[in-house]
């Protein structure tokens, strides 16, 4: 009995430590980034200036502590921008290489352009990230509109997310898609598709802000509404999952990306860079939701991030 009374008090101290050790180990500082996208009101002003005191980040439903706020503009502030075009898409995509020329081709000096095109799940890409837009527009072409010739567009992200062409981890990486949005692996509107959820957590483990333009595939005039509105539901997840927007009309095809490109150059003239602590022992991809107290202004944030420990939360 002597024994028994001298072990017993072991094992119980044993698995009092364990939660402490547990508690510790959730309680490691850990450190997320984002880029938010604040734009004014007022078409009229160009810019919005939007302090960090108005602010208020939650994580998971949680504030969380800011640890930084700050504006990205001028020939400081890099952005690294791929356009990845599907190839797939109805060769009438030709009568937009005009305004797609001109639009890389006014991008400014801080932005380095290239065009990839959604090739059997990969995204192919024309040539090399590059601030000479002459250089970049070179490799630019109308899509071979092969029905399917993607695979996915969602597999073709995913590729250009884990093998994005730059090592510079300072510069925004911002990604137009031109697609449908169908998934022909899954042609109805599921917005658990794991194909899509893979390309939500891929762009954002990169650190991608993601926009689309809807633009019908070759060989789908007999595809139902149903699953041209899936598409571009799926668009719209993925980008407001990432911070970015979608653009469409309808189900049909826009007579001019004009208008797109001009709202995707105020809102590369009006994204900040978010920095906040929170306490994670792993990588992990949480909810986001950024809110300010000043009325003028509409924020657009992504709507997960990664939270990693000890530092910032590059991967």
């Not at 490691?28 to 919005?48: C, H, I």
């Not at 020939?75 to 797609?100: N, R």
């Not at 590059?130 to 010739?149: K, N, W």
């Amino acid at each position: 009995m002597k024994y028994k009374s001298i072990l017993l008090p072991a094992i119980v101290a044993g698995f009092c430590t364990l939660p402490l050790a547990a508690v510790a180990q959730s309680d490691a500082p850990g450190a997320g980034k984002a880029v938010v996208t604040v734009l004014p009101k007022s078409d009229k002003q160009p810019t919005a200036d939007v302090s960090q005191q108005t602010l208020k980040v939650e994580l998971n439903g949680k504030q969380t502590p800011i640890s930084n706020w700050q504006p990205l503009r001028g020939s400081q502030s890099d952005i690294e921008f791929v356009i990845l075009i599907d190839s797939g898409a109805h060769t009438s995509l030709g009568q937009q290489m005009g305004e797609l020329q001109r639009f890389a081709s006014t991008l400014p000096p801080n932005v380095k352009v290239a065009f990839a095109y959604m090739e059997n799940g990969r995204a192919a890409l024309a040539g090399p990230l590059t601030a000479d837009h002459a250089r970049a527009i070179q490799g630019l072409h109308v899509p071979i509109g092969v029905p399917g010739s993607s695979a996915s567009p969602y597999f073709c992200l995913s590729d250009l997310a884990k093998h994005w062409p730059s090592d510079d981890l300072n510069a925004r990486r911002e990604v137009l898609m031109i697609t449908d949005g169908v998934d022909e692996y899954e042609r109805r509107y599921d917005p658990e598709d794991p194909y899509v959820q893979a390309a939500i957590n891929d762009s954002i483990r990169a650190h991608l802000v993601v926009y689309s333009i809807y633009w019908l595939s070759n060989g789908r005039a007999d595809r139902s509404w149903y699953e041209n509105n899936a598409g571009q539901n799926l668009l719209l997840q993925l980008d407001q999952a990432t911070g970015g927007k979608s653009y469409w009309e309808g189900i049909g095809n826009p007579v001019s990306f004009q208008p797109y490109f001009d709202d995707l150059n105020r809102r590369f003239n009006n994204q900040y860079e978010l920095q906040f602590t929170a306490s994670v022992n792993k990588p992990e991809i949480e909810n986001l939701k950024v809110k300010t107290s000043d009325s003028g202004v509409k924020v657009d944030a992504p709507e997960r991030v990664l939270v990693a420990p000890q530092g910032p939360a590059r991967e």
